[in-house]
């Protein structure tokens, strides 16, 4: 079997299309939907990732602020700065770049953010909203790669779902949002037994724990949908040397399963759409 593309890029393309629309219509009331960005030091990895977030706000018609702080700002300055943001009229998303220097608590900053402002999900109360099956902002990864599911029409509903990695931003609130939709989840981590043995009962899978080859062929069930969120390059002296690539071992898996997302071109592209579709809410909710 060769597994059919989950296309990311192509899916973008059209949810984007339909956020320019919906910001035009709030334009004609007089609303800009804006979005901060905050960066603090000089990460590089940081520094793309905020540009490409800042140009995609521009492409579908979202009013973006880029804010660039020394690594050397002091925690108290950020907190007040954001402070002001969750006060300004024109920001209805704020969204604080991580990781941020080591003298200043993540954390702290995050909690910081108005959760009306919470365009990246990470702040206790949108996940406790997430929890409890509240409104409120989902963080943009796995909310990607829900919609990744409801583009190719499948019903969780009964659905063994195996979710590798149980960090707060990507794992457990994909759990949280599979769980929802009525699948019954598996959440593996470093610790868990046997990998193996639990992705093979799955009927999808989701990958995000940033190592490459996580998830070999023979660790999937024929046709299962393999989601692949890990970001990773391929190490020096190996063919293809420095490119991008995820969690799964691509050419092979697409033998066995159903449904794949690629790396690059999955689940990358949709966790910048599902920001600016969140910051779309956050300024139509007003
Ligand atoms: P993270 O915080 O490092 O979490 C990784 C998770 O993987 C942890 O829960 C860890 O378990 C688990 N893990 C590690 N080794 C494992 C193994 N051998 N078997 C099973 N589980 C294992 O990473 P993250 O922030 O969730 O990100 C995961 C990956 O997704 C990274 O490659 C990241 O770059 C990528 N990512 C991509 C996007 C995108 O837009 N495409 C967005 C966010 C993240 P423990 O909890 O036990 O340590």
């Known amino acids: 079997m060769t597994a059919q593309l989950i296309d990311g890029n192509a899916l973008s393309k ?74 300004d ?35 206790v109360a949108s996940a406790g909203a997430l929890m409890v099956g509240q409104p409120g902002f989902w963080p943009c990864t796995p909310y990607g790669c829900m919609k990744m599911l409801e583009a190719i029409g499948y019903d969780l509903k009964g659905k063994h779902a195996v979710v590798i990695g149980r960090s707060n931003i990507v794992g457990k609130p994909m759990a949280l949002m599979l769980l929802q939709k009525n699948a019954t989840v ?23 724990v940033g190592k490459r080859n996580v998830l070999t062929a023979d660790m999937v069930k024929p046709g299962a949908v393999v989601i692949d969120v890990g970001m990773n390059r391929i190490p020096d002296g190996e063919p293809g040397a420095g490119k991008l690539c995820g969690d799964v071992d691509f050419s092979a898996v697409k033998e066995v399963a159903g449904w794949i997302t690629p790396v690059p071109g999955g689940v990358g592209p949709m966790t910048i759409t599902m920001l600016l579709v969140n910051t779309l809410e956050a300024a139509e909710r007003g």
């Open 186 to 208: 598996t959440i593996c981590h470093s610790g868990t037994q046997n990998l193996k043995a639990l992705t093979l009962q799955a009927d999808v899978i989701v990958a995000a």
């Open 89 to 123: 009229p024109a920001i209805h998303g704020i969204l604080v770049q991580l990781p941020l220097p080591a003298h200043i608590d993540a954390q702290k900053v995050i909690e910081t953010i108005s959760p009306a402002k919470d365009v990246d999900g990470f702040h």
């Open 14 to 87: 059209q949810l984007r299309g339909e956020v320019a629309k919906r910001a035009a219509a709030l334009r004609e009331r007089g609303i800009v939907p804006g979005l901060a960005v905050v960066l603090v030091g000089e990460n590089p990895a940081s520094q793309v990732y905020v540009r490409n977030k800042v140009k995609a706000c521009q492409d579908s018609g979202l009013h973006s602020v880029l804010e660039q702080y020394p690594a050397t700002l002091r925690q108290a300055d950020l907190l007040a700065r954001i402070d002001a943001l969750n006060k």
